[in-house]
T-cell receptor, first 115, second 113 residues
């Protein structure tokens, strides 16, 4: 069965230090992968997406993610955290099975940034 | 483009009342979906549609109905509201096939007392 696992429900970092949010997936097909961010009481905003082109994907606000097929991972990183990065992050996998895409969500990782 | 719009933003219902959450998109997307978000549970799929006249159940469909008479609109109906339906509801749209992301509406915060 297809699934998305976000390995940490909460991550806490200090401002200016690196961020690593981990995501593993299982998929029988060639998936598309996405990271979304949700700030408190807001909707979901696309950070970046992987769609079978370059395996290192750059997104908005300095985030990037690397698709590693052998490890079935799509971890999100940022070199230096900013206070405004405090939010919840969702990893999403999409598969085009049958004749339409199906989307699978991870359970989310809450990022706390300490001053 | 307005993208994905949802109304209302907030709603309080009493147990047993019915209501419709509205969702519209202006991107000509075939695929539309409804999710509910509860603390610690991420987003769970309620219903989805791959085109006008075509709908299907997601992970948590009980207590909700949908219809899709046009490409643009995908309303979600609560037939008889229950406190367990207190949640934040998000509508999303996407191209039906290909490597395309979903676009999300701003959400509707529903409280059932």
């Amino acid at each position: 069965a297809q699934s998305v696992t976000q390995l940490d429900s909460h991550v806490s970092v200090s401002e200016g230090t690196p961020v690593l949010l981990r995501c593993n997936y299982s998929s029988s097909y060639s998936p598309s992968l996405f990271w979304y961010v949700q700030h408190p009481n807001k909707g979901l905003q696309l950070l970046l997406k992987y769609t079978s082109a370059a395996t290192l994907v750059k997104g908005i606000n300095g985030f990037e993610a690397e698709f590693k097929k052998s490890e079935t991972s799509f971890h999100l990183t940022k070199p230096s955290a900013h206070m405004s990065d405090a939010a919840e992050y969702f990893c999403v996998v999409s598969e085009g099975i049958y004749n339409f895409n199906k989307f699978y969500f991870g359970s989310g990782t809450k990022l706390n940034v300490k001053p | 483009n307005a993208g994905v719009t949802q109304t209302p933003k907030f709603q309080v219902l009493k147990t047993g009342q019915s209501m419709t959450l509205q969702c519209a998109q202006d991107m000509n997307h075939e695929y539309m979906s409804w999710y509910r978000q509860d603390p610690g549970m991420g987003l769970r799929l309620i219903h989805y549609s791959v085109g006008a006249g075509i709908t299907d159940q997601g992970e948590v469909p009980n207590g909700y109905n949908v219809s899709r008479s046009t490409t643009e609109d995908f309303p979600l109906r609560l037939l008889s509201a229950a406190p367990s339906q207190t949640s934040v509801y998000f509508c999303a749209s996407s191209r039906k096939t290909g490597p395309h992301e979903q676009y999300f509406g701003p959400g509707t915060r529903l409280t059932v007392t």
